[in-house]
Structures are given as structure tokens and as C-alpha cells.
């Protein structure tokens, strides 16, 4: 596997914010004022109704958009003063999983996946092994022919995990990664994501799921109208939608 | 860059190329055709000037000396027009040169009858051009000197000679101006369609971490190959019609091969084909470079 160069990360802090503010060209405020740290391991849920600033969030820990006011560093990049030619080395110690997959439907499940490694450069010798290796964890090493339309909804997700695995990120974003799974398979993926966290990636997840929120009971912020109402360690889902 | 982001790159490019295929096809006939446009107007205005430059040569001035004139003085002046830039070749013919030449043409063995030359004063310079739109300026100075009689040629000759110069520059250039604006436009649509019909793929790439380069690099092959099929094709439909027409000429009309010569297809394609290899390639480089700069700020 490559080696991954990291800055020095304060404190132990993978992701810390400082009093983060996010406008909108057309006025509308997403962030105001929203300070957090998140440890190197953690898992953390990130909970909040629609327009509580979530995913404005997520967008700004993968530097696809830039703080109006306030720092935002990640793994020790800080965010806001970043070169663009940097921005893809940072992206690599990321991975990220969406709701809808977003999977490239014209290719199998291993093209897929592999798809990630020929990004990064990875010698061609070496993406078979680790495609394997992902496929089988995730559950999909004898399906890794298949296309990807040809999958249910769970086992698509399965592959977007896959894919964002691959590359051994050290933090892994997933937005709403159960939003169009039944809750079967979303506690499937769950318990993955689990895994994947005590393999020691730190796992980041925005969610609407109550369910999930109390039954893995770990670090729940919640976020309302742009600001964190509250951190607790071991927590459960308190928004009113 | 790495070797295998190369082929990953080329790879990439053929499949936009295939996925894309009708649009691709699109400009690759358009490209095609201007580029045969210009293949088939460039053998024609090059044979043209070859046919020009061939009269250009037998234009020549003339230049009588007034009677005394020294034959000293006379090749004096046949030095300071030879230093002329636009002067290819100055002919210094002596009286009794220019007397057994007229015998020779005009009067054969009717000659004998004269005892003395009676061209005495006929002695002159024969001047022949580099570059017929530089005659009247040459035909000043000549004019100037003062042991200059007369001077003979011939403006119309020059004048239109260096006109039908000056339409051949003119059209060249018109003909590469309109064939980039549009070879542009379409190499450039067609990169664009390609990107939105890849908006997702690229998304993606772009959260794993592709540099810009990596994600632009297969847009920019897949224009390069769109101007490299789209300039080979012409090239070589052009080769065939080329021949196929001096071959026709050659065979039904056997009389203007006496008047004129064209250009063998070595001489015409030695500049023809990297002058469309370069076009063609240069045009879907930069058609692709616009759409990709343009949708692909990654």
C-alpha cells in the first residue's frame, strides 16, 4: 500500500473548526459559528433536520467549498489558504459514500472500485490485490463481474464503500449512506462502517436515521439552522423533524 | 507523467471517442472535408504558383545604351543592377552578339549583303527578375542612369503576375480562417457534449483526488485523435485525386504538357501532409483545450 504523508495534526484533532462561518452568494447563511474537534478513530454522527448546515459541512471538509470566515483544517491542511494543485493529495485520505451511490453504471463492480486506485496512481500490479481485498470485505468478491444495475440497493452501497475504502482513507465522509436503504440493509452497512472505524478510520456520518443514531450509540452533533445545538459522546438522535 | 496514466489517458479517449461516437463522426467528416478543401486548393494554388514562377523567369527587362556608349561602362552597369536584390540574372549581349542573333532568327544567308553590323548601338543588358512585383521599381533605377537609351518590357506581364500572387496569398489565408473557426466550434461542441455526458464520472474523480490533469488529459487525446483521423483522411483522398487528375490531364490533353508543367505529388505533399497533420491535429487540441478549460475547473 502506498505510504500516506500527512501534516502534523494538532493535538491529535483530524478535523478541527474554528468558529466557521458559511454564506452563500445569494445571502443565505448555511454555518455560523461552528467550532468542533474530531479525533483521530472517532465515529461521529452528524444529525439535523434540512437546512441545519450539514451538508455545507461535509462540503467544506472536502474543500468543495471554502469557509466565508474562520478556519476549517483537515488532517493538518488548512482549508482555507490550500493550493488548488494540492487539493487532490488532500482529497486521497478521504473517502466519501453518498446517499444515491453514484456509481459509474456503464462498468462492473470491480472496474468500479479499481476506478479509485487508477485515480491515484496505484501501480497496476497491486489494484487487483486491493480490489479483492475490499470486495471481500464489504461482501461482494463473488459479484465483482456483475454491473452495477444489476445490484440491489444495499449491495450498491456496498460497492460506493468499496470504492471509497480502497484507497485506505483515513477519514471517511458518508452522507446519508442508509437515505435509500431499507432498515435491514441499513444496519448492514452500519455495522461495516463499524468495521471500517475500528480498523482506525475515523468515520464521519450525516444521517436522518433515529434508529441507527440510538442503536450504535457514539458521538452525536447536532446541528440546527446553521449551528451545533449540541456534542454528546455516546448519544442518541434528538431533532424534531 | 507516469507511463500508465499515458495509456490510461489514450485508453480513456478511445472510449469517449466510441461512447460518442455520432458527434465525434460529426466533426471528424467536417474537419474532413475543409481539410480536403484545403488539400485540393493547395495542390491547385501550388502548381498555380510553380506555373507563375515558371513565366516569372523568361520576364526580362531589356536596357539599350546611348550610342557610344563603352562596353566598360556598359558592364559597370551590368555589376550595380546585378547587386539588386530583385535582379536574378543580368545577360550582357554585345553588338555583334545581338547581330548573329538577329541574323540567325531573321535573315539566314540573306545576311551576307551587309559589310558592317548595322545593330552597332544594339549592345544591351538582359535583366531577369527574382521577383516580378519589383520590375517598376527596377525599371526607375535602370532609367535613371544616364547612358540609358530605352528600356523594354513589358508592365502588364508583371502586373499580372504579381496579382495573381497576391489572390493565391488571399485566398490561402481566407481558406484557413474559416476552416479553424469551424473545425473550432465543432471539436470544441463535441468535447463539451463528452464532458456532461461524463459530469458524474468526473465528480467522482474529482472527490478521490484526480489532479486536473488527469482528469482532463483523456477530452484533450480524444480532440487530438478527432484532428489526427480528420486530417488523414483528406490527405489521403487528396493523394489519389491528385494523381488521378494530372493522369487525366496528361491523357486528354497532351497539348498543355507542352505549355505548362505541374508539380510531381511528392514536391506538393512533402508540405501538404505535416501541413495538415499539424492543422488537423493543432485544431482538436485546441478545440478541446477551450471546452475542457472552459467545464472542467476541477
Redo the contacts between chains.
Keep these: 500500500m502506498r505510504k500516506k504523508t500527512v501534516m502534523a495534526i494538532p493535538e491529535g484533532n483530524v478535523i478541527t473548526l474554528q468558529n466557521v462561518y458559511k454564506t452563500y452568494e445569494q445571502g443565505v447563511s448555511a454555518l455560523n459559528g461552528v467550532s468542533l474537534d474530531i479525533k483521530q478513530g472517532e465515529f461521529v454522527f452528524i444529525v439535523g433536520e434540512t437546512g441545519s448546515g450539514k451538508s455545507t459541512l461535509i462540503k467544506l471538509l472536502l474543500r468543495e467549498l471554502t469557509a466565508t470566515e474562520g478556519d476549517v483544517n483537515v488532517l493538518g491542511y488548512d482549508l482555507g489558504t490550500i493550493r488548488r494543485g494540492r487539493i487532490p493529495k488532500f482529497r486521497r485520505n478521504l473517502g466519501i459514500v453518498f446517499q444515491d451511490f453514484r456509481l459509474l453504471k456503464d462498468r462492473n463492480v470491480y472496474e468500479n472500485v479499481a476506478f479509485a486506485q487508477r485515480i491515484v496512481l496505484e501501480p497496476a500490479a497491486n489494484i487487483r490485490r486491493n480490489v479483492s481485498e475490499v470486495l471481500a470485505m464489504v461482501g461482494l468478491a463473488d459479484k465483482y463481474k456483475m454491473k452495477t444495475s444489476q445490484l440491489s440497493g444495499g449491495e450498491q452501497q456496498r460497492v460506493a464503500l468499496a470504492r471509497a475504502l480502497v484507497n485506505r482513507p483515513l477519514i471517511l465522509l458518508a452522507d446519508e449512506p442508509t437515505g435509500n436503504l431499507d432498515p435491514e440493509k441499513s444496519w448492514e452497512i452500519m455495522q461495516l462502517l463499524e468495521k471500517v472505524n475500528e480498523g482506525g478510520t475515523t468515520v464521519i456520518v450525516v444521517t436522518h436515521n433515529q434508529e441507527i443514531v440510538d442503536r450504535m450509540n457514539k458521538r452525536v452533533i447536532t446541528m440546527k439552522m446553521g449551528s451545533i445545538l449540541s456534542d454528546v459522546d455516546m448519544g442518541g438522535y434528538e431533532v424534531e423533524d | 507523467m ?1 507511463i ?2 499515458f495509456f ?1 489517458a489514450l485508453g480513456q479517449g478511445f472510449r469517449n471517442l466510441l461512447r460518442n461516437r455520432w458527434f465525434a463522426l460529426a466533426s471528424i467528416a467536417t474537419i474532413t472535408t475543409c481539410l480536403f478543401m484545403f488539400g485540393v486548393f493547395y495542390s491547385i494554388l501550388l502548381n498555380f504558383r510553380h506555373i507563375v514562377a515558371t513565366i516569372e523567369e523568361g520576364v526580362s527587362i531589356t536596357v539599350f545604351f546611348e550610342p557610344g556608349t563603352s562596353e566598360e561602362i556598359m558592364l559597370q552597369r551590368k555589376v550595380e543592377i546585378e547587386e539588386r536584390p530583385e535582379v536574378s540574372e543580368v545577360v550582357y549581349i554585345s553588338a555583334e552578339e545581338a547581330w548573329d542573333s538577329f541574323k540567325g532568327d531573321y535573315l539566314g544567308e540573306y545576311a551576307e549583303g551587309f559589310t558592317e553590323n548595322p545593330l552597332e548601338d544594339s549592345a544591351n543588358l538582359e535583366i531577369y527578375l527574382a521577383d516580378v512585383a519589383h520590375q517598376a521599381e527596377l525599371v526607375d533605377f535602370v532609367e535613371e542612369m544616364e547612358e540609358v537609351r530605352e528600356v523594354n518590357y513589358s508592365a502588364m506581364t508583371a502586373d499580372t503576375l504579381t496579382g495573381a500572387n497576391r489572390l493565391i496569398a488571399y485566398i490561402s489565408v481566407g481558406l484557413i480562417v474559416l476552416l479553424f473557426a469551424v473545425s473550432l466550434f465543432l471539436i470544441s461542441n463535441t468535447i463539451s457534449v463528452g464532458i456532461a455526458v461524463r459530469r ?2 468526473i ?10 490533469f ?1 482528469v482532463r488529459a483523456p477530452f484533450v487525446i480524444e480532440g487530438l485523435l478527432i484532428g489526427l483521423v480528420g486530417s488523414a483522411i483528406p490527405l489521403g483522398l487528396t493523394y489519389v485525386l491528385y494523381n488521378k487528375v494530372l493522369e487525366y490531364i496528361a491523357a486528354h490533353f497532351p497539348s498543355l504538357s507542352g505549355l505548362v508543367t505541374f508539380l510531381p505529388d511528392k514536391t506538393v505533399f512533402a508540405t501538404l501532409v505535416p501541413i495538415c497533420l499539424i492543422m488537423g491535429v493543432g485544431i482538436g487540441f485546441l478545440g478541446s483545450m477551450f471546452s475542457v478549460r472552459k467545464h472542467l475547473r476541477v
Design positions: 507516469r500508465s496514466t490510461y458524474e464520472e465528480t467522482i474523480m474529482k472527490y478521490v483526488g484526480a489532479t486536473d488527469f
